[in-house]
């Protein structure tokens, strides 16, 4: 697995194949809360490889990539994607990349694109979140918390009944429930460190400063991160579009076909 470094840190990432007369973007996936690129994506790669150059970058606390310890910031991880997008830009050379983040992975793509613009040349904003002034939000994260210091199983389960729209829930069954939970990531010390990120991460100062081309997907049945948050983001960005899909917080295996065409549709404009 092909890596970077970045403040000291070791970044993994894959990426798809590319020739050197390629003459496709790169795309860099940025991954949401405690999940590795490959595992919240890599269903999706081959819907995109066939326009870009698909990066699956793991940030400290995902994949193999652990460092540092303590406490993770926002400008932290957003150094990590930033330096495996300059690699990307490299091989594809010199041209920016575009970049989607999804959850925790859509609040580091916004501060990678305020910090970095000369990297990015359009955006994807998925269920992501301004900071942590929403009380209702704030009351979700500290129950995660709680419920993964004192019982596995029940935050596990709790995940699944939050993370999905309750449509998707009762259309899959009982059967279907029973194999989300067995399937089901296990709870990492990565995990633990994101969870606490989601609590404290803070974008209001850094969403002005974005001027890279701007979607930002709302989620309709988002019990995690409500959709008026999606609004917020969408309305610190200037110029940015908007987009909602009816889906709970997991779009990417609830929604994945019509979070592709949205997110395609954009960068084909």
């Known amino acids: 697995m092909p890596t ?4 000291g840190a070791t970044v993994h990432y894959t990426a ?15 991954a949401g809360t405690g999940l590795d690129a490959q595992l919240n ?3 999706l790669v081959d819907a995109f490889a066939a326009s870009h150059t698909v990066y699956l ?10 460092e540092p ?12 994607i930033a330096a495996v ?29 305020a910090l970095h613009p000369h990297l990015v ?11 942590p002034h929403d009380a209702r939000q704030q009351l979700g994260f500290e129950v995660w918390q709680r419920l993964e210091r004192t019982d596995h199983d029940l935050f596990g389960r709790f995940l699944q009944l939050t993370c999905f729209s309750a449509p998707f829930l009762s259309a899959i069954g009982e059967e279907g429930v029973a194999q989300l939970i067995a399937n089901a990531p296990p709870i990492t010390e990565g995990m633990r460190r994101h969870i606490d990120l989601d609590g404290r991460a803070d974008l209001r100062d850094l969403l002005p400063k974005i001027t890279a081309e701007t979607l930002v997907i709302g989620l309709t049945r988002d019990q995690v ?45």
Do not use: C
């Open 57 to 66: 970058p793991d940030y400290a606390g995902s994949g193999l990539t652990t």
């Open 4 to 7: 970077v470094t970045a403040d």
């Open 225 to 269: 991160v409500p959709v008026e948050q999606a609004h917020k983001v969408h309305e610190a960005i200037d110029g940015s579009r908007f987009a909602e899909i009816d889906s709970g917080h997991l779009v990417v295996f609830e929604r994945p076909q019509e979070l592709v065409a949205e997110v395609l549709g954009f960068f084909n404009v």
């Open 69 to 80: 310890q303590g406490p993770l910031t926002v400008e932290l991880l957003a150094g990590q």
């Open 85 to 113: 997008a300059e690699e990307a830009v490299r091989q594809s050379g010199g041209e920016p990349v575009d970049l989607l983040g999804y959850s925790l992975g859509a609040v580091i793509a916004a501060a990678v694109a």
């Open 41 to 43: 994506f890599g269903h």
């Open 121 to 131: 040349r359009r955006l994807v904003v998925v269920a992501g979140w301004p900071g």
């Open 16 to 30: 798809t194949p590319r020739t050197a007369d390629d003459q496709r973007p790169a795309l860099v996936l940025v």
